[in-house]
């Protein structure tokens, strides 16, 4: 029934779609001969669309009921554009800086209408392996990150309406599972989409699948994913799903947003900087060209988590009570207020190491691979960097308790060889 | 629209509902000037009438739109019947020997019909205030606990099954709110309700309140009631919601059911036992008379952990790999699987102890108290037992993570003088 009216567009149902719409048709300007059209998804799930007009321009992102990059073998459901929708709406309000306004949606067609991040806007991962410094990314990605994570938890919003938060991104289960298979399950075992620089890494990619300290930490995070609503997450933080410039930091692509750990979304976003840092010697044309940059990442790394904590702690000083979590009379003290607090900040940090870890993992030896070491050439170079990044995250999956602040994860991260 | 066709019984109306009904009328047999009604509603917020007939007999119950207790000035969602019709069917399914089977259920009445669960069973608290042991308790409690929360978490189901589960269950969310408040946040403030044995434990209520570890603590606690969805639990499982003979063991009354922490459940059923050890003094006629009851108490507390662990882990042996949470393929090996058993019960371990403790606080410096302590006439011999109840309560809250089995925390409850 929710698919009856659904079908998918090309370049020439698109120009009909939007000339019946006026307030898209407007947003363009001119007439539709004078629009230009341009299909980018560059993803591996969706349709997306640019469209340029004489007086104003637009993405329009379709959904569509399959894996892209698989193909009709492998159904998905379009629902997903719903909760992708709802995040940006409600991430958009609560970070409107750093996420592309919404202008429309339709939930039938799975499709979105919003801002379209204009150039020099690029994909953050294309940039970090171009290595191009962007001095305000931590700073915006803890901005981002801070505010939409303290502002859909129990911090801020009573029980009431956090469940209501559950239950309808319950529904977005599909994605769920989905990340659930490729972070948390396939890289352990034998799996036929797994792939790995080979025979390079088999025997890493083997010791991984033999290793029950390994396993034992997936499964906590795993059980974090699956059952702990502690906040409504991007939920696919990585690098690819952030646009940016100079000047501008914009979080797209939130399509498996659900109510889950905090760490999630922090740990995605570590982690896939961890992984550049990892792909930088790759990248380099003779030695010690990517050192500086190398730096920066790092830097980046710290600065995050450190904005990140300073940032998400002034929002719950400036809202003691306000949510449910806390209530204002019991945490009533200077003392209990930054016990709590340091308890509530080592936890998020602790899942946020362990989550990067995974995400690193399942980039190297599971489905899907990033550009960041894939566009290495030289297989000898990559297999090196993949297997460095591998060293890191499996030493990090399994001894992160040991780690109290993300200097000591910087040193760590720096001693690998 | 929900409410419209509700109206509250009384015996007159009573009889003409269930004349209304064949099925029913059938169940007591005769005609209805044979039927015998009682109202025996011990609880603070149901109507529950026994109806016997020259056949058979039954108890109905229902919710009022109120606090029964308070009176309409508390107004309560009825909706509560659902979830408690919907919990008794689940677990019912999963345990059938423990749980009442439901003949009927009335939505828009907000009104179950179920087994008459008939004499000599009564209610496990009052037996335990007699001092009558019952040497079955811990192997049918266990059984109960094993099934239920095995069977209704990610270790047997799907994550899409569960999230439904999840979506379903947060609507129950008035009842969860009422725990949060009375478990979880008022006895850690200054609050009306509140109250104690004065002045003979203000001081004990007031360090409490100014008790910064404990604090955090119930913080911790009250993070995973609200945001961890392990499984179905029956969530009200105190002394009072089970029902017993000596070779019968009866859960009722799950109008708080959730999914929640595991350990909610093990916790209200040992933190009861708890009180109940801690209150025998109050009972004694002469020095010495319950001491041997004592023991058994706290031999039931420790069969019921080990039992509990046993089945549990029983189960999980015989449904390797039937839940989303711990794929075959992954934990493959007798070692990993050990492991990761043992991560995941001390797991639940911990969080019992945390759930038992905070029960127990509730009832002694909270609004609702149990008759196991408040029996008790002599007010010097009940402060005396509240106290040593809630020092052991505190100090399980807050050290609780030093003691990794059963027999360590036996020894401390013996210790408490
Ligand atoms: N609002 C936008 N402005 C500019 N480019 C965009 C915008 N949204 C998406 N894109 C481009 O389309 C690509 C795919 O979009 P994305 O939302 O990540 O789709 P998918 O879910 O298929 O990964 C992005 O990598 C980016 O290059
Ligand atoms: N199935 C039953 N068989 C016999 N007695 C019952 C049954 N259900 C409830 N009762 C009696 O009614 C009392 C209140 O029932 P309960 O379900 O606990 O209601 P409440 O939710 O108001 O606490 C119980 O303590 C018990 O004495
Ligand atoms: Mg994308
Ligand atoms: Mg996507
Ligand atoms: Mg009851
Ligand atoms: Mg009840
Ligand atoms: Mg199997």
């Given at each position: 029934a929710?698919?009856s009216?659904?079908?998918q567009?090309?370049?020439?149902?698109l120009?009909?779609?939007v000339?019946?719409?006026?307030?898209?048709?407007?947003?363009?300007?001119?007439?539709h001969?004078?629009?230009?059209?341009k299909?980018v998804g560059?993803?591996?799930?969706?349709?997306?669309f640019?469209?340029?007009g004489?007086?104003g321009s637009f993405?329009?992102k379709?959904?569509?009921?399959?894996?892209r990059c698989v193909g009709?073998?492998?159904?998905?459901?379009?629902e997903r554009?719903y909760?992708?929708?709802t995040?940006?709406r409600?991430?958009?309000?609560?970070a409107?800086?750093h996420?592309p306004e919404v202008?429309?949606?339709?939930?039938?067609m799975?499709?979105?209408?919003?801002?379209?991040?204009?150039?020099?806007?690029i994909?953050l991962r294309k940039g970090l392996?171009?290595?191009?410094?962007?001095p305000?990314?931590a700073?915006?990605?803890?901005?981002?990150m801070?505010s939409?994570?303290f502002h859909t938890?129990?911090?801020?919003n009573s029980?009431l309406?956090?469940?209501?938060?559950?239950?309808?991104?319950?529904?977005?289960?599909?994605?769920c599972?989905?990340?659930?298979?490729?972070?948390?399950t396939n890289?352990?075992?034998?799996?036929a989409s797994?792939r790995w620089?080979s025979?390079?890494?088999?025997a890493d990619?083997?010791?991984?699948?033999?290793?029950?300290?390994?396993?034992?930490?997936?499964?906590g995070?795993?059980?974090?994913?699956?059952?702990?609503?502690?906040?409504?997450?991007?939920a696919?933080?990585?690098?690819?799903?952030?646009?940016v410039?100079?000047?501008s930091?914009?979080?797209?692509?939130?399509e498996?947003?659900?109510?889950?750990?905090?760490?999630?979304d922090?740990g995605?976003?570590?982690g896939?900087?961890?992984?550049?840092?990892?792909?930088?010697?790759?990248?380099?044309?003779?030695?010690?060209?990517?050192e500086?940059y190398?730096?920066?990442i790092l830097?980046?790394?710290g600065e995050?988590w450190q904005l990140?904590?300073?940032?998400f702690l002034?929002?719950?000083d400036q809202?003691?009570?306000?949510?449910?979590?806390y209530?204002?009379e019991?945490?009533n003290?200077?003392?209990v207020?930054d016990?709590?607090?340091?308890?509530y900040m080592s936890e998020?940090?602790q899942?946020s190491?362990?989550?990067?870890a995974a995400?690193m993992?399942r980039?190297?030896?599971?489905?899907?691979?990033v550009?960041?070491?894939e566009?290495i050439?030289d297989?000898?170079k990559r297999?090196?960097?993949?297997r460095?990044a591998?060293?890191?995250?499996?030493h990090?999956?399994?001894e992160r308790?040991?780690?109290s602040?993300i200097?000591q994860?910087?040193?760590?991260?720096?001693s690998?060889?």
């Amino acid at each position: 029934a929710l698919h009856s009216s659904f079908y998918q567009l090309d370049e020439a149902l698109l120009v009909d779609y939007v000339k019946a719409r006026p307030n898209l048709a407007q947003r363009l300007g001119g007439t539709h001969t004078e629009w230009k059209i341009k299909e980018v998804g560059d993803g591996n799930l969706n349709l997306v669309f640019i469209l340029l007009g004489p007086k104003g321009s637009f993405v329009l992102k379709q959904a569509l009921p399959y894996v892209r990059c698989v193909g009709e073998s492998w159904p998905m459901t379009i629902e997903r554009a719903y909760f992708e929708t709802t995040v940006l709406r409600e991430h958009g309000r609560l970070a409107p800086g750093h996420v592309p306004e919404v202008y429309h949606f339709d939930h039938p067609m799975a499709l979105t209408v919003m801002r379209y991040l204009e150039p020099p806007h690029i994909i953050l991962r294309k940039g970090l392996i171009r290595g191009t410094v962007y001095p305000l990314l931590a700073q915006h990605m803890s901005d981002y990150m801070a505010s939409t994570l303290f502002h859909t938890s129990l911090l801020a919003n009573s029980t009431l309406k956090h469940r209501e938060g559950v239950a309808q991104f319950s529904r977005n289960v599909e994605m769920c599972r989905l990340t659930e298979e490729v972070i948390f399950t396939n890289p352990y075992r034998v799996a036929a989409s797994n792939r790995w620089t080979s025979p390079h890494l088999d025997a890493d990619a083997q010791s991984l699948r033999e290793d029950s300290r390994a396993k034992i930490e997936i499964a906590g995070l795993k059980a974090k994913f699956c059952e702990r609503s502690q906040a409504l997450l991007h939920a696919d933080l990585h690098t690819g799903s952030i646009m940016v410039t100079q000047t501008s930091t914009q979080c797209i692509d939130p399509e498996f947003g659900f109510y889950g750990p905090m760490g999630f979304d922090v740990g995605a976003f570590l982690g896939n900087l961890a992984l550049s840092f990892f792909s930088q010697d790759g990248h380099a044309t003779f030695e010690g060209e990517r050192e500086g940059y190398k730096l920066w990442i790092l830097k980046t790394i710290g600065e995050t988590w450190q904005l990140f904590e300073r940032k998400f702690l002034a929002l719950w000083d400036q809202n003691w009570g306000s949510g449910d979590a806390y209530v204002e009379e019991v945490y009533n003290s200077k003392e209990v207020r930054d016990l709590a607090q340091i308890a509530y900040m080592s936890e998020i940090f602790q899942d946020s190491l362990g989550f990067a870890a995974a995400k690193m993992i399942r980039r190297i030896v599971g489905i899907a691979h990033v550009e960041d070491l894939e566009s290495i050439e030289d297989v000898e170079k990559r297999a090196t960097c993949e297997r460095r990044a591998l060293n890191f995250a499996k030493h990090l999956l399994k001894e992160r308790s040991q780690y109290s602040d993300i200097g000591q994860v910087i040193s760590a991260i720096q001693s690998i060889h």
